[in-house]
């Protein structure tokens, strides 16, 4: 069985421009988790996603956004880049279902480095 | 709001100590807990989970946690630890589906 895969795994963009993350969750799995990782926050959750819907929401300004399709795949968009964004990026998928006990598989991440 | 602490931001021990990385979090209702682990160059990974039962479980690698009730935490030990445990562990708190997590705690084993 296929893992999270997420693309591109680095990247590098300079302030003011966007950026667009992409996340293929486990074949089954629904939900669709986006967390930012950095050395001073630790693990931030931004968003999740199930049946493309957005179940939950972090604190995170409106500059990052999300969204699913129906095949469960998964984007993040963060526009108007700040240094401060500089992070790994990671995806998680769940099955979500009543039977689910919330356990997250995670991807490799993509490292976001902006200059 | 929720949060979970983790008592030590950086451990280092040497190999065959004793480990027991600490973690509280404030919640008093129903709550599923973990423990992941990130390995160097390594996406996390889940190292153990409860969520109902045996307040003791066991995970992976010789990892075993205890939930107490009572003090709301959920530590994570392991006898006997191995270089290759240099890690990071997260210890998280499942809230409606929505992971809190704590700061997490670097481990450095000296061989």
């Known amino acids: 069985k296929a893992g999270v895969t997420q693309t591109p795994r680095y990247l590098i963009k300079t302030r003011g421009q966007q950026v667009t993350l992409s996340c293929s969750p486990i074949?089954?799995?629904?939900?669709v988790s986006w967390y930012q990782q950095t050395p001073g926050q630790g693990l931030q959750f931004l968003f999740e996603?199930?049946?493309?819907?957005?179940?939950n929401k972090g604190n995170f300004p409106g500059r990052f956004s999300g969204r699913q399709f129906s095949n469960s795949r998964s984007e993040m968009n963060v526009s108007t880049l700040e240094l401060g964004d500089s992070a790994l990026y990671l995806c998680?998928?769940?099955?979500?279902?009543?039977?689910?006990?919330?356990?997250?598989?995670f991807g490799e991440g993509s490292r976001l480095t902006v200059l | 709001a929720q949060s979970v602490s983790q008592h030590n931001h950086h451990v280092i021990l040497s190999e065959a100590a004793s480990l027991e990385l600490g973690c509280n979090y404030s919640?008093?209702?129903?709550?599923?807990l973990f423990w992941y682990v990130q390995y160097p160059g390594q996406h996390l990974q889940l190292l153990l989970k409860?969520?109902?039962?045996d307040p003791l479980v066991k995970g992976i690698k010789g990892f075993e946690a205890e939930f107490i009730k009572s003090k709301f935490s959920f530590n994570l030990r392991k006898p006997s630890v191995q270089w290759s445990d240099t890690a990071e562990y997260f210890c998280?708190?499942?809230?409606?589906?929505?992971?809190?997590w704590g700061a997490g705690t670097k481990l450095i084993i000296k061989p």
């Open positions: 998680a998928s769940s099955l979500r279902t009543s039977g689910d006990s919330g356990e997250l598989f």
């Open positions: 074949s089954g799995h629904r939900s």
């Open positions: 996603y199930f049946s493309e819907t957005q179940r």
């Open positions: 409860y969520f109902s039962g």
């Open positions: 919640y008093g209702g129903t709550v599923n």
């Open positions: 998280a708190v499942n809230l409606n589906y929505q992971l809190i």
